[in-house]
């Protein structure tokens, strides 16, 4: 066990893409280490390199150069498939335009990575209900998101990111799409997942009032960290 | 993902979307029903032709003796094979009565000769009836029970006394509601005594086999259906199948003897069986047979086209819940089976809608038309296998993409 804690830990990490003929580097070299129940804000104006770092951190990407160690395995080197067991059991995503399935029930969409986890459908269904209970919807598990508000359905989101009980909430503008009230709303759950559960959460925004509500605040710029700063709430 | 999973959200989506579902399987639908229905018709035309058709029409155990061939089997006949047939010398009577006495006499002989002539009975009508010629063994043969009346006996052969057994539909026709037997009907304007009325000989094919006057040969009806003496056929029944081969031989031998042929020469006569017909409609259901795979095939082609079709736009629609899927953990694999299933559920949902309507179709082809059906169960095998096979073919590439899409992309997708 690793006696600091170490939950994300990237050593010079890079991402390139061709457009064309032209090379564009997203990340020149990010050094980055956040250990277990931290909640860190990822800031930067857009072209930063946050959403791709983003996607390196929640193994959605592959990066072109350096190492990335997640919970103490290194998935840089990782297969497709390996990454998305990976992705399966380590990481909840939330993202800024829910991504939940249309057609499908708040309990369904909650229950969908335990679907790909393998798990049994009589504790699917208990521990979807479970989550969703606990981001207060509990009278809400056979709405299909269509027939939510903005609120509710990132609430589904969440609990659908909790319910497989990741190593790290990866949150990806979680209120972009939300008004200010609920904003407000969302981030108490995401301050309350944290502080009762100890919660590991990174969340990207370009919001300072967002950022405000995490304890450390990473800033990009140019594909390389240029702040990194503890916060008091 | 289990299959079960996979299964359940293929049907989800195939109910979500009926109009596009139903219009994606419409291909594996119409080559499915036209297998079932097709091979449902010959399959009944089979069992029909070897069950009933022989049997009836021929007898069992039963060959008749002609000068020529009636039907012909195969290769239509060159103007000098038609003429050389033409030419062959007509059964006599006398012929009937040489293989009589001397065939084995566990081989029932009689002799058969038919026209179609009008019937008179008061005021009613029949301008076209099919009246018959016959040897009292006429009956025992072709086992014709008698409902009413009797049949002749040899002495109302032997001197040729104007009688008739009318066939059932005969009966109906002009004595509706009366009892035919000891009235008169005119057979080519002469008039014959009722002595006897058949029972119901069946149907094939629609056809009535009621429709018949039988007299004997001897009476005046001889002058209606041959010339003076000639005889259309010599009919021989064994007792079973070896004992028709043997007759056949005896026979055979009788008739070259009558007819002077020497060793090497052909036979100027004709020996027709049942195997004559099945062997003609064995033909035909081969060439059906032939030529069914390929009218299935095009259409269960055309159907796993608009299935991949189907599935490549699914594909890019859904390229967005791809990428939720993956980013909740989806494997390759789930991705692939997720839509391979619904390819072949869609497919196999096709295929066993055409099983129910190809069968419908053939029943009501049967309820309809004389053509008998009988459903196979190796035809409804095959089909479930082709729906299976076509899904999973068509569905191969639109599913692989859809496996290898990236994530990140897809999440981005609008």
């Not at chain 2, 003796?65 to 030419?87: D, I, K, N, T, W």
């Not at chain 2, 008061?122 to 099919?130: A, D, F, N, V, Y």
């Not at chain 2, 028709?244 to 070259?256: K, N, P």
């Amino acid at each position: 066990m690793n006696q600091n804690h170490v939950l994300i830990r990237t050593e010079a990490l890079t991402r390139d893409y061709e457009m064309g003929v032209e090379v564009v580097r997203a990340l020149r070299g990010v050094d980055l280490e956040i250990q277990r129940s931290e909640y860190v804000a990822i800031m930067g104006p857009s072209g930063s390199g946050k959403s791709t770092l983003m996607n390196l951190i929640g193994c959605l990407d592959t990066p072109s150069g350096g190492k990335y160690w997640l919970n103490g395995l290194e998935v840089s080197q990782m297969s497709d498939d390996e990454l998305a067991r990976i992705r399966n059991k380590e990481i909840g995503f939330v993202f800024q335009t829910f991504n939940l399935l249309p057609r499908a029930t708040s309990l369904h969409n909650v229950e969908l990575p335990l679907i790909y986890g393998g798990v049994n459908a009589k504790d699917r269904r208990d521990r979807a209900a479970a989550a969703l209970e606990s981001c207060g919807l509990g009278d809400r598990m056979g709405h299909k998101p269509s027939e939510l508000s903005g609120g509710q359905r990132q609430r589904v989101a969440i609990a659908r990111a909790l319910v497989t009980e990741p190593s790290i909430i990866l949150a990806d503008e979680p209120t972009g799409n939300l008004d200010s009230m609920t904003s407000e709303e969302i981030m108490k759950v995401f301050a309350d997942i944290n502080e009762r559960r100890g919660q590991t959460i990174v969340m990207v925004t370009h919001e300072h009032d967002i950022a405000a509500h995490a304890r450390r605040v990473v800033m990009l710029h140019d594909g390389k960290i240029s702040s990194d700063r503890q916060q008091t709430a | 993902m289990p299959l079960f999973e996979a299964v359940r959200l293929a049907f989800g989506m195939i109910r979500a979307q009926k109009l596009k579902s139903f219009f994606s399987l419409i291909g594996a639908f119409i080559g499915v029903t036209f297998l079932i229905g097709v091979v449902t018709i010959v399959n009944g035309m089979d069992r029909y032709m070897k069950e009933d058709f022989a049997g009836k029409l021929f007898g069992v155990n039963t060959f008749t003796l002609r000068y020529r061939p009636f039907v012909h089997v195969g290769e239509e006949p060159s103007r000098e094979e038609r003429r050389a047939l033409q030419r062959r010398p007509r059964l006599k009577i006398a012929d009937y009565e040489a293989l009589s006495s001397e065939l084995d006499p566990r081989f029932l002989v009689g002799v058969e000769s038919m026209n179609q002539v009008e019937a008179v009975v008061g005021t009613k009508r029949s301008r076209s009836i099919e009246v018959r010629g016959v040897s009292e063994s006429y009956f025992r043969i072709k086992k014709i029970d008698i409902a009413e009346g009797r049949v002749f006996s040899q002495p109302e052969v032997e001197h040729g006394a104007n009688v008739v057994v009318i066939g059932s539909e005969v009966a109906e026709k002009f004595f509706e509601g009366l009892n035919p037997i000891g009235r008169t009907i005119r057979v080519a304007d002469f008039p014959y005594r009722i002595i006897g009325v058949a029972a119901s000989q069946g149907k094939i094919f629609g056809f009535s086999l009621d429709k018949f006057i039988i007299a004997p040969y001897t009476s005046q009806i001889e002058r209606v259906v041959n010339p003076h003496l000639v005889v259309d056929g010599i009919i021989v029944r064994a007792p079973d199948i070896p004992g028709m081969h043997e007759a056949r031989t005896q026979v055979e031998a009788i008739m070259r003897m009558r007819r002077h042929l020497r060793p090497g020469q052909e036979n100027n006569f004709h020996f027709e069986t049942a195997d004559d017909v099945l062997s003609f409609w064995a033909s035909i259901s081969r060439i059906l047979y032939t030529a069914l795979p390929a009218l299935v095939g095009i259409s269960l082609v055309v159907g796993g086209i608009v299935i991949m079709n189907i599935m490549l736009m699914a594909v890019s629609e859904r390229t967005r819940e791809i990428g939720i899927r993956k980013a909740l953990g989806a494997r390759r694999r789930d991705i692939l089976r997720q839509f391979l299933v619904e390819a072949t559920a869609l497919s196999t949902l096709g295929a066993a809608l055409g099983i129910l309507f190809g069968i419908g179709l053939a029943y009501l082809v049967d309820a309809t038309t004389p053509l008998p059906a009988s459903v196979s169960a190796g035809s409804i095998l095959v089909a479930v296998f082709l729906g299976v096979g076509v899904g999973v073919v068509s569905g191969v590439y639109p599913a692989t993409r859809a496996a290898r899409l990236d994530p990140v992309a897809a999440l981005r997708f609008e």
